[in-house]
Nanobody, 114 residues
Framework: QVQLVESGGGLVQPGGSLRLSCAAS????????MNWYRQAPGKERELVAY????????NYADSVKGRFTISRDNAKNTLYLQMNSLKPEDTAVYYC???????WGQGTQVTVSS
């Protein structure tokens, strides 16, 4: 069964950094492109970042471009999101997902506040 477990969220001040992780199991991780999404209370889910199966190409929402970096370690079946220069508007629950799939983990809360 596909399982995705997000971790690494927390409370940070504006301008701070966090590194999110997504531990994947139940499928051939290296065969799939992956996404990071986020959802803030009262707002629609937003696609934040995308990465191809071997990490050769990435894409980002305009709101995070230049600040966030998506990466993966296929040997560890783990997806990462490095988040720098965080802003209050980045506050949300962050989820990882397999491209073409509909399985979701519990998400990890990121709160950016002074």
């Amino acid at each position: 069964q596909v399982q995705l477990v997000e971790s690494g969220g927390g409370l940070v001040q504006p301008g701070g950094s966090l590194r999110l992780s997504c531990a994947a199991s139940g499928f051939s991780f290296s065969s799939y492109a992956m996404n990071w999404y986020r959802q803030a209370p009262g707002k629609e889910r937003e696609l934040v970042a995308y990465i191809t199966s071997f990490g050769g190409r990435t894409n980002y929402a305009d709101s995070v471009k230049g600040r966030f970096t998506i990466s993966r370690d296929n040997a560890k079946n783990t997806l990462y999101l490095q988040m720098n220069s965080l802003k209050p508007e980045d506050t949300a629950v962050y989820y990882c997902a397999r491209v073409g799939g509909d399985s979701w983990g519990q998400g990890t809360q990121v709160t950016v506040s002074s």
